[in-house]
């Protein structure tokens, strides 16, 4: 016989209510353990804040006109700075003097121009490598050998240092390299590419292509073969299957690379001081000539300050990569 429990008076089920010690116990079990997680994710932000945040904001103030402090010692040999008097004060005259320079103008232009281009042959050369080595079969020996050449051939450039690499692109397509010897042993003029905006967007599409191959190729061999299977039973094509199946589950490994190539394609030095021409050129070659050669540091930070609002602007689809592949997860 089993006796039913009276509700209680108040016309609520029975359970532990906020004061009840059960709900405090509860709850302080819960603090500890956000506290917990909070000191063991502490770390990383501290050094990120100290080692990056912190400088962050410093040359920030000092684009603004603030010369003291940290900023005093290259304050005390700057050229052309514009200063404050005061903590609460601030000055956009470094900023006047950059954006109305018609050279940084032309070579913003260039840098953004550059840095899409790149990131689009990047991204397309890698899915294009991914797809193959997906979609290859087994039993055809040669394909799998190319597929095998293909992959391989992507990420030697990540073994290879980037001077290296540099010197090697501006020899192969310099009035005297490979390029203009081949063609002149065929009877025709080739083109001159070294020293040239041609020849930067070579080197950066050789040095950012490995990290994007290996995360989009990742991306697509985890696809399952079932869904692909499914989708080939119902009669879908090579490039439905792709659009309906494969990009949506590899949009985060996409998006990843793509921020990645975005933000070292923007802010390079190595392959446009060693590759490009003296003008135009990319902004950090310019960065480094204003600081060094032209002795205006207040300028050149105003310019890194530029590259750094641009490159949060690739950065925040990488958040939200991160964050859609967590909630995907569920951990969030």
């Known amino acids: 016989m089993t006796i039913a429990k009276a509700p209680s008076s108040s016309g609520v089920a029975d359970g532990p209510t906020s004061d009840s010690p059960a709900r405090k116990k509860s709850n302080a079990s819960g603090g500890r353990r956000r506290l917990g997680g909070l000191l063991l994710a502490s770390p990383p932000i501290i050094v990120v804040a100290i080692f990056v945040g912190f400088p962050i904001l410093v040359a920030m103030s000092y684009s603004f006109g603030h010369i003291g402090g940290l900023n005093k010692t290259i304050a ?7 200063t404050v008097d005061n ?10 003097d950059v954006f109305t320079d018609e050279r940084f103008r ?4 260039v840098t953004v121009v550059i840095t899409l281009l790149c990131t689009v042959i990047v991204v397309a050369l890698a899915w294009v490598i991914a797809l193959y080595l997906r979609t290859a079969p087994e ?14 051939l992507a990420v030697v450039p ?7 690499a540099s010197w090697a692109m501006l ?11 081949v063609c002149a042993q065929l009877g025709f003029e080739g083109p001159i590419w070294g020293y040239t905006l041609v020849c930067i967007a070579f080197g950066l599409i050789w040095t950012h292509l490995p990290f994007a191959t290996l995360m989009i190729t990742s991306g697509v061999q985890g696809v399952p073969d079932s869904l692909i299977e499914a989708a080939r039973d119902s009669g879908a094509g090579l490039l439905t ?27 390079s030095f190595t392959v446009p001081y060693f590759t490009g021409p003296n003008a135009p050129t990319m902004l950090g070659v310019d960065m480094v000539s204003y600081f060094q050669s032209y002795n205006r540091p207040q300028q050149s930070v105003v310019m890194a300050v530029v590259v750094f609002g641009i490159a949060a602007v690739f950065g925040a689809f990488y958040v939200w990569a991160n964050f859609r592949s967590a909630r995907d997860a569920g951990r969030v």
């Open 76 to 82: 005390t040999i700057a050229r052309g700075q514009h």
């Open 87 to 96: 903590w609460y004060q601030v000055t956009l005259g470094a900023y006047q």
């Open 106 to 109: 032309r070579d913003l232009g």
């Open 139 to 152: 039993g055809a020996r040669f394909r799998a050998w190319v597929a095998k050449l293909l992959s391989s």
């Open 158 to 164: 990540m073994f290879i240092p980037v001077v290296i």
């Open 171 to 181: 020899t192969f397509y310099a009035s005297d390299g490979l390029v203009r010897s």
């Open 241 to 267: 299957i792709v659009r309906t199946v494969i990009a949506p589950l590899t949009l985060v490994p996409t998006v990843i690379a793509l921020t990645f190539t975005a933000i070292g394609t923007l802010g």
